[in-house]
């Protein structure tokens, strides 16, 4: 047989398909969005994220920061860290959750930092998230 006989055997034998079950992997599967864990989620965050195509702007040392955290989120949890500084924050019950407020340490100035929020979710599941901004002086 030549090289381009049995080429088109493959090619034809690939193009009928192979009888038997397919079978597809769900990377969803495990982790489902009816999971409380899942439902703990941060939003809404003010000022809006350090972007260099969409928000490049610098925000003043000292500048006060929120954010929404969801309904199922344990609102004692709820804490902030800094450049490795815990912030104290305000946390007040809204229609969706909770609106958390802060402000930024008065040590942070002309750098780049990003604010780490971490809190509990229903079954003591721990969730994180954050969002970077750029101090001015």
């Given amino acids: 047989m030549s090289l381009r006989t049995i080429f088109l055997l493959v090619v034809a034998v690939m193009a009928s398909g192979m009888p038997g079950t397919v079978v597809a992997y769900d990377a969803s599967s495990n982790s489902s969005?009816?999971?409380?864990?899942?439902?703990?989620?941060?939003?809404?965050?003010?000022?809006?994220?350090?972007?260099?195509?969409?928000?490049?702007?610098?925000?003043?040392?000292?500048?006060?920061?929120s954010f929404l955290a969801s309904k199922v989120t344990s609102s004692e949890s709820i804490k902030v860290i800094i450049k490795g500084q815990k912030v104290p924050l305000t946390v007040t019950t809204v229609s969706n959750g909770y609106l958390v407020k802060g402000k930024l340490p008065d040590t942070v100035k002309s750098t780049y930092i990003r604010i780490e929020i971490f809190a509990t979710g229903?079954?003591?599941?721990?969730?994180?998230?954050?969002w970077l901004l750029k101090v001015a002086n």
């Fill in 33 to 65: 969005s009816t999971d409380p864990c899942n439902q703990v989620i941060f939003s809404a965050y003010t000022p809006a994220p350090f972007s260099m195509d969409n928000n490049n702007t610098e925000v003043p040392s000292k500048s006060e920061f």
């Fill in 122 to 130: 229903p079954n003591q599941c721990d969730r994180a998230d954050g």
